[in-house]
């Protein structure tokens, strides 16, 4: 530990996809076992006391995605407020679209990718007052993740569940892998780890996972960005996590790609209790995915749709229907290819209305087909500004996104909200509208929170 004495430092998580926060845990593991004096706060269950704030040294708020981050400013605005001498840190994936005018006003320190060596240095440096060395950080260097420590977060009970054929279970949050060895040109993982993966000990997940278990997880969620990147050790802690709690019910997110690549997997992950399969579809159109270089076609999206069911395994594809290139006629498309392969019980209404995001780095600024469309940087947005091609696809998606939002408000049923989205997408084709066919299938395995990404 950087300095002669402890800090105490206040961890807090903003949003982790309706998870228990595992990068929380993570971070209170690490800064804990070098002596630091670790209080916590989630505050997508917890309300942030105030006195949090007052008895701290230093504040680290874990940004995993967009809205954590979002969310993370204006906490760190409100720190600032109330308490200026206290320095903020925010840390994880997010933190790598962090900009200057950012860091170095409200935020003392920005780490990114491999963070928790250089957030427990800065929380040494904040319990001695000496300066931060680097205000920015992108790290990929490997180091030793530790066991994440729950003892301090909210029960598994107050967090998302999934709903599965016989009700609902109790999840609990795990990784194998941080960062990617694909470079798709929308995702932020790329930005801070460059095609990089890095393993996290199997002996490290699988105690977390005893953990959850005995905590009351009866569903594991793997949220590695590909669980699929290193292969054989995913399925090593598949194996040994059946072996240890047969009972278990899991879902992993893959790319369509590696669902094609890896065909001989999927009857041994079935019988190991895998319910379903998140997957990134984005879209229908092939131009477009050679935009966002996503390695796969609509075609692919069929295919792995077909090889997954044959082991009873389902799909939740999530989308990325707005893009500078969409047309209405893209969404069209989009409503037939659920129709045809039976993916309304399977698919969240939000999904249906996501714009593409392009935060500071993204690959997607590379590409000389974005020029035309792109606008300035919002900072409150924390991404460029963009106009489609189609003005009337700019306006489908505001209509869509209010429909979602609305649908969310009032707790309607999604395939209500669907059923109107796919109304809305009908009126601005001017075709007709395409009913949801009678013998859709609307059981499907799902988690009770929406958001993936």
């Known amino acids: 530990m950087t300095g002669s004495r402890s800090a105490r430092v206040l961890v807090i998580g903003t949003y982790e996809s309706g998870h228990q926060p595992m990068h929380v845990a993570v971070a209170a593991a690490g800064l804990r076992s070098v002596g630091h004096d670790v209080t916590t706060c989630d505050m997508s269950v917890e309300s942030l006391d105030e006195d949090l704030i007052a008895e701290a040294d230093a504040i680290a708020i874990a940004v995993p995605m967009h809205t954590a981050m979002r969310l993370a400013v204006e906490v760190a605005r409100h720190v600032d407020e109330v308490s200026p001498a206290v320095p903020v840190c925010l840390y994880g994936l997010y933190a790598a679209v962090a900009s200057e005018s950012l860091v170095g006003g409200i935020v003392d320190r920005?780490?990114?990718?491999?963070?928790?060596?250089?957030?427990?240095?800065?929380?040494?440096?904040?319990?001695?007052?000496?300066?931060?060395?680097?205000?920015?950080t992108t790290s990929t260097a490997r180091s030793l993740t530790p066991v994440p420590d729950r003892s301090l977060l909210p029960p598994l009970s107050e967090y998302s569940r999934v709903i599965l054929e016989d009700g609902e279970r109790i999840v609990g949050y795990v990784e194998t892998s941080r960062g990617c060895s694909h470079r798709c040109r929308h995702c932020p993982v790329p930005v801070a780890y460059d095609g990089r993966i890095r393993i996290i000990d199997a002996s490290t997940v699988l105690s977390d996972i005893d953990a959850l278990v005995d905590a009351g997880a009866r569903h594991i969620t793997f949220g590695d960005p590909d669980f699929l990147n290193g292969i054989k050790h995913s399925m090593r802690v598949i194996r040994e996590m059946h072996d240890r709690h047969p009972g278990l019910t899991l879902d992993i997110t893959t790319k369509v790609e590696h669902i094609l690549?890896?065909?001989?997997?999927?009857?041994?992950?079935?019988?190991?209790?895998?319910?379903?399969?998140?997957?990134?579809?984005?879209?229908?159109?092939?131009?477009?995915?050679?935009?966002?270089?996503?390695?796969?076609?609509?075609?692919?999206?069929?295919?792995?749709?077909?090889?997954?069911?044959?082991?009873?395994?389902?799909?939740?594809?999530?989308?990325?229907?707005?893009?500078?290139?969409?047309?209405?006629?893209?969404?069209?498309?989009?409503?037939?290819?659920?129709?045809?392969?039976?993916?309304f019980g399977?698919?969240?209404?939000?999904?249906?209305?996501?714009?593409?995001?392009?935060?500071?780095?993204?690959?997607?600024?590379?590409?000389?087909?974005?020029?035309?469309?792109?606008?300035?940087?919002?900072?409150?947005?924390?991404?460029?500004?963009?106009?489609?091609?189609?003005?009337?696809?700019?306006?489908?998606?505001?209509?869509?996104?209010?429909?979602?939002?609305?649908?969310?408000?009032?707790?309607?049923?999604?395939?209500?909200?669907?059923?109107?989205?796919?109304?809305?997408?009908?009126?601005?084709?001017?075709?007709?509208?395409?009913?949801?066919?009678?013998?859709?299938?609307?059981?499907?395995?799902?988690?009770?929170?929406?958001?993936?990404?």
């Open 346 to 453: 399977n698919i969240d209404p939000v999904q249906m209305s996501i714009r593409l995001l392009i935060p500071n780095g993204s690959l997607m600024l590379e590409i000389p087909e974005l020029a035309p469309h792109l606008g300035p940087f919002d900072a409150a947005a924390l991404g460029y500004r963009w106009t489609a091609a189609d003005p009337a696809a700019d306006a489908l998606q505001s209509d869509l996104a209010l429909i979602a939002a609305a649908g969310a408000d009032h707790a309607t049923e999604p395939m209500a909200v669907i059923d109107r989205m796919w109304r809305a997408i009908a009126e601005a084709a001017g075709t007709p509208p395409v009913a949801i066919p009678a013998g859709a299938t609307t059981g499907r395995p799902r988690s009770t929170e929406p958001w993936f990404c």
């Open 110 to 136: 920005a780490i990114a990718g491999e963070y928790l060596p250089h957030l427990v240095e800065w929380a040494g440096r904040a319990a001695d007052g000496t300066p931060t060395l680097r205000p920015i």
């Open 261 to 343: 690549r890896y065909r001989e997997i999927w009857p041994e992950l079935a019988e190991a209790g895998l319910s379903f399969v998140i997957s990134a579809f984005e879209t229908t159109n092939d131009e477009i995915l050679g935009y966002l270089d996503k390695g796969h076609t609509a075609a692919d999206m069929a295919e792995a749709i077909h090889l997954l069911r044959a082991d009873g395994i389902e799909i939740r594809p999530s989308w990325l229907p707005f893009t500078p290139w969409t047309t209405v006629q893209d969404l069209v498309d989009i409503v037939d290819f659920v129709t045809l392969h039976d993916l």
